[in-house]
């Protein structure tokens, strides 16, 4: 059977540059998996290819569950009406290839664009189109503009690096005195956590202050493998937050929702956005609209710990940027007061000073 044919990882010690053999990439890989049906599926997985960690792999219990969904090729990403490519016009805000600069003081570098699965519902699906990153110069233009005080490793994902290629980066980053403080984004924690072991750890605490933004979407994948490997990065110090992409029927119920989240917090992870997912091609079966996105909202605050209560984030078409939003809690708005809402519905009278 398929999961025997493909053992876990178990222990990447020095992790190749490519991705180790018995990775799936081919959709008869898949045809072991419980209710799975490869009819049709040919041209999605040559617009949009398919990839999946032999750890992630051995999740999936059946081909429509919350994590074999984030992963397997569905005939509706063909069905999708929206075409534009970059919404978010990430390349008319790209001085480099690889690089965006977006806001004054931050930049996110695109340091690979390989990554450990393929997310059905990935924006890097349009990455193809985004030209390979000259990190030489990417690196100097960071060092040649003292505005910006945070860089963000993103992908791609970062940890598919090679130690000695993420160390170059880190490194070099470190030399800049006006980049204070490094972020790396990444899935590996959620999808290969085998590949987080205490040498890596230790490698990036060399670098702090080193964020880790972390990405999961169900409470399925908060396994102990997981868990270890946040455990790994926090024990180094360095401070876990999460990221968390809204989902038709893979997350968008307040219990999956709750769950997911206070599992974050036990792992110490400090659930950070909650992405409205951008309207990207091939994606219109995972979107869910703004107004139950808020109404999920309204059901996490006072409800759960307030440390598990991540933002809800739209990133606005053509490069406007990221937009938090807020359930609406005020009713009405009178002069000397408002009226307000609390998180059951009751409300109460809130004096405002002129
Ligand atoms: C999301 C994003 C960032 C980081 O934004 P924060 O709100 O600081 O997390 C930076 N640059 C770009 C281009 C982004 O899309
Ligand atoms: S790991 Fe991240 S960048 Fe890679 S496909 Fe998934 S969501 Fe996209």
Redesign the pocket.
Known sequence: MLRETFPKVRRVVSPPAARPAGWIDRLEDLAGIPGFEQSGLEPVAARFPLRISPYYLNLIKDAGDPVGRQVIPDCRELEDPVTDPDPLDEEGQSPLPGLVHRYPDRVLLLATDS?????R?????RKVAFGKTDLERVLDYIAAAPAVREVIL????PLMLPDRDLERILARLRRMDHVEVIRI????PC?WPERVTESRARLLARFHPLYVMV?FNHPRELTPLARRACSLLAGAGIVLGSQT?LLAGINDDPETLARLLRGLVRMRVRPYYLHQLDRLPGTAHFRVSLSRALDLMAGLRGHISGLAVPQLMIDLPGGGGKIPLLPEYIVERRPDFLRIRNFQGRIFEYPCEE
């Open positions: 990554c450990a699965v393929h997310c519902f990935c924006m890097r699906k993103s992908g791609g994902d984004h990444t899935r590996i999808v990405h992409v």
